[in-house]
């Protein structure tokens, strides 16, 4: 009998202005994982440097009743090319000491897998790759997730994992570790994604509050998204298999709060949403769901939106991006404002409150002016809910990027540091910092009235 192989997987630190736990968990990795303990082979171990729950965390961070909560966080140098920027720079996560103290924990493994999330973070992974070459030198290290998937040419140059993997990785990675380290696994493909197995929420400290994933991809193309370079193709899952993962986490971890991390969770409604939602409500499970990620509000009929409200729909967020019709016929085209009007009035009909009701919109994309954006402030006001600005974050790969790169606003090779969504409005000044500051707060003025 061969020894088992040690794999370590991390969740990197956040390097930024700003960062909240919104349900963020990294998903990704924690599918990987789900695959590889299907295997005796392997003995897996997990570090989560941005665990909220650490027992030997400095202090003790609240958190909002549905798991949404700060981040432990402190105060590092600006990189250069922030410097000119008056925020706060900060490293968020569990202090360098404990995750010191949970690699002593582990001794030495035979591989380690680091996941990465916006292309701008790169730095946190940056500076965990680099702790871990320094305790386990030798080991190989593979890096994956977002970061590694839209920059991988960026990430093999500058991440220091010795492989980058790009996309989803469930039928890759045991190719990939039977070729770095001495071992023989019998393969398994999955040829769709309700084959993959669950995510193993096991290593995870705190799980009453959990990621959901009922599709992949998307099939709309908005100018600004990567979704459809992330999935290159739109994958629903079976809706009984959905039902049957809530069950599961609601008897095993008594989970109670989801979030959806679907970029179209409502398309093809009849089918896919509506069919989850009525068996969940026929099982009478005593959960509540939210939703991170902007809502399709064309597809909230009052049907649906009566089945959101009894299968226990709480954060719900829709996606408007802007109240001009004609930005939204180029960059959005995935709503009307007559849909959206029709879906918060079916929401109101079902019985939520408009005020509950928050609405994305983009700010500090190329073109807009402030004017624009203050009149998609007012209009969602007026139209009794609360507007929720998305900062404009230039996303290698999109058509938005590619537009910029034509007329020369970045270059192809720039540093991923220049897609932070603050970073971005204050040096490639798309929006002047103190319209940035005016929108912002008047948006927070409606939100308190």
Same mark, same amino acid.
């Given at each position: ?88 720079? $900060?490293?968020?996560? =569990? %202090?360098?000491?404990?995750? &010191?103290?949970?690699? !002593? +924990?582990?001794?030495? #493994?035979? /591989? ?79 040829? $769709?994604?309700?084959? =993959? %197995?669950?995510?193993?929420? &096991?290593?995870?400290? !705190? +799980?009453?509050?959990? #990621?959901? /994933? ?94 959101? +409200? ?140």
């Amino acid at each position: 009998m061969q020894k088992k192989k040690k794999i370590l997987l991390i969740n990197p630190w956040i390097f930024d202005f700003t960062a909240y736990d919104f349900w963020l968990k990294p998903l990704g990795l924690l599918y990987i994982a789900g695959v590889l303990k299907k295997f005796p082979e392997f003995e897996l171990f997990f570090i989560d440097c941005l665990d909220r729950t650490h027992p030997l965390l400095p202090k003790k961070l609240k958190s909002k009743p549905d798991g949404r909560g700060p981040f432990f966080k402190e105060e590092i140098e600006k990189p250069e090319i922030l410097k000119e920027i008056p925020r706060k720079y $900060s490293k968020y996560g =569990i %202090p360098i000491n404990i995750f &010191q103290y949970e690699l !002593e +924990k582990i001794k030495r #493994p035979d /591989l380690i897998l680091v996941t990465s999330g916006m292309t701008y973070w790169y730095l946190g992974v940056q500076f965990t790759i680099e702790l871990l070459k320094k305790k386990f030198k030798g080991i190989p290290i593979i890096l994956g997730g977002i970061y590694a998937t839209l920059m991988p040419e960026h990430a093999r140059t500058y991440s220091g994992a010795d492989i980058v993997i790009e996309g989803s990785a469930e039928n890759k990675i045991l190719s990939v570790i039977e070729d770095i380290i001495e071992i023989k696994v019998e393969k398994i493909y999955f040829d $769709s994604i309700d084959e =993959i %197995p669950y995510p193993h929420y &096991q290593l995870l400290r !705190e +799980k009453k509050y959990l #990621p959901i /994933l009922t599709s992949r991809g998307c099939p709309f193309r908005c100018t600004f998204c990567a979704s459809y370079l992330l999935n290159k193709s739109f994958y629903q899952r079976k809706p009984e298999n959905v039902v049957e993962e809530l069950q599961y986490y609601y008897h095993q971890f008594n989970t109670i709060h989801f979030a959806f991390y679907d970029d179209a969770l409502f398309f093809n409604k009849e089918k896919h949403i509506n069919s989850i939602l009525k068996k969940v409500i026929e099982l009478k499970l005593p959960i509540f769901f939210h939703t991170p990620n902007g809502l399709h509000a064309r597809e909230i009929d009052f049907e649906l939106a009566c089945l959101m +409200k009894k299968a226990g729909f709480k954060t719900i967020r829709l996606s408007l991006e802007s109240s001009k019709e004609e930005f939204l016929k180029k960059v959005s085209p995935k709503i009307t404002l007559e849909e959206f009007e029709n879906a918060l009035e079916n929401l109101e009909r079902a019985g939520y409150k408009r005020n509950e009701i928050e609405v994305y919109l983009i700010v500090g994309l190329p073109g807009q002016s402030k004017e624009d954006i203050e009149e998609s402030i007012y209009y969602v006001y007026n139209q009794g809910a609360k507007s929720r600005l998305a900062y404009f974050s230039p996303v290698p790969g999109t058509i938005e990027w590619e537009k910029m790169i034509e007329k020369g606003m970045l270059s192809p090779d720039s540093d991923p540091l220049l897609h932070n969504k603050l970073a971005f409005s204050y040096i490639i000044k798309t929006i002047s910092p103190e319209d940035f500051e005016y929108l912002k707060n008047l948006s927070f003025k409606f939100w308190k009235s």
